[in-house]
């Protein structure tokens, strides 16, 4: 059995598994060099060959336990036609959203648009680099997805107050999403990707009242067709409200929290497996910090099935010296 599905599955408490949120790409010098020479990062993602070397290239050189496919949650709306620019300095820029342009899009064209994933999943999947490690496939969960389909480039803080203003759009575009993201996790499953974890980076914009509508609901149609597939689903509903509600509504295998949750709350509230919370800051101060914070996580889930990761994704100042040091304290704990 691999690493993660002993801890979700198993529910195995003696050891803990570490990955970490944002691996490929941004800290290592390796990936700088091939991005510099590909300045279009879509056209990157697309390049087979490249994106299963920027995937490995975290596993060639530290001793994790999972390997995350080089792509961006942004993918999806890339396959249904809208267009997706990522600009130095700003983020993503997408163009306006047409929704009979949206409708229009079947499966079939929307696989050929983003084949190249596939392909790169099943290249790594099938290295021997990871024949007794975990191949993560991912997605953007319907929530944050709308929020960059709708709002054009990244919400920042908060959404614009027009946001929920043309209803019938935002309500026909969530369900296109939820569609095609089916197709893209099934794909993905399909090609080796043997976890597949829900990034809801933005679940702390929405009030409480908003959460059944645009969180609870799409997500659990999406948790319950991954468990069809018999794959385990990690959900990451960064900085929401309401963990514990999320955990009991939409239930999925396990639960990545971010780092503004207080471990010893959750370990009391939650009874599914958990991954994460470590401040992705604290890789940018002194071994000694370090190591007092990764202890912090690793007594306090002890007893519990924990996967150690970020609360976050791995900041670009990182500097990989520090990540080597934070996979040997979880290692040889
Ligand atoms: O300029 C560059 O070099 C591109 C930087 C970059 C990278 C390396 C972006 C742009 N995306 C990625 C890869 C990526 N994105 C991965 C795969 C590899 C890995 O995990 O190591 C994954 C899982 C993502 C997921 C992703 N993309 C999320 C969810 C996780 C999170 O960090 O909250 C989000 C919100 C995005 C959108 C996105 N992609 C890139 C940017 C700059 C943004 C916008 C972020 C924002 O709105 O602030």
New binding site residues.
């Given amino acids: 059995m691999r690493p993660l599905n002993k801890v979700i599955t198993n529910k195995d408490t003696s050891f803990k598994p570490i990955w970490i ?6 800290y290592l010098p390796e990936f700088r060099e091939i ?1 510099k020479n590909n300045p279009d ?1 879509i056209n990157l993602c697309l390049n087979d060959n490249l994106s299963s070397e920027i995937t490995l290239q975290p596993l060639k050189r530290f001793d994790i336990d999972a390997a ?7 993918m999806l709306p890339y396959g249904l036609g809208q267009k997706v620019k ?1 600009e ?1 300095n700003f ?2 820029k997408l163009d306006k959203l047409n929704l009979n342009d949206l409708t229009k899009i079947d499966e079939i064209d929307f696989v050929e648009k983003i084949y190249p994933v596939y392909k790169a999943i099943k290249k790594v999947s099938t290295d021997p680099i990871l024949k007794n490690k975990n191949t993560i496939g ?1 997605v ?1 969960a319907p929530w ?1 997805l709308l929020v960059y389909m709708i709002n054009l480039k ?1 919400p ?1 803080k908060d959404l614009s107050k027009n946001f929920f203003q043309d209803e019938f759009l935002i309500n026909r575009t969530l369900l296109v999403i939820e569609n095609f993201l089916k197709v893209h996790i099934k794909n993905q499953i399909e090609n080796g990707a043997n976890v597949i974890q829900i ?1 809801d ?1 933005w679940a702390g914009l929405l009030e409480l009242k908003d959460l059944p509508n645009y969180i609870y609901t799409p997500t659990l149609n999406l948790v319950e067709y991954v468990k069809s597939l018999n794959v385990p689903v990690i959900c990451f509903p ?1 900085e929401i409200k309401d963990y514990k509600e999320f955990c009991e509504i939409v239930k999925p295998d396990a639960i990545s929290i971010d780092y503004n949750v207080d471990p010893k709350k959750i370990l009391n509230e939650i009874k599914i497996p958990i991954q994460g919370g470590l401040d992705p800051k604290v890789l940018l101060t002194n071994y000694e910090n370090l190591k007092k914070e990764t202890y912090k996580y690793l007594e306090i889930f002890k007893d519990h099935p924990y996967i150690f990761n970020l609360g ?2 791995i900041l670009p100042e990182t500097k990989p010296e520090m990540v080597a040091n934070l996979i040997k304290l979880v290692k040889n704990n």
């Fill in positions: 949120m944002r691996q490929a790409g941004r991005r990062f995350i496919i080089f792509s961006d949650i942004l990522f130095k983020g993503p991912f953007g944050t990244s920042k990034f980076s960064r976050h994704g």
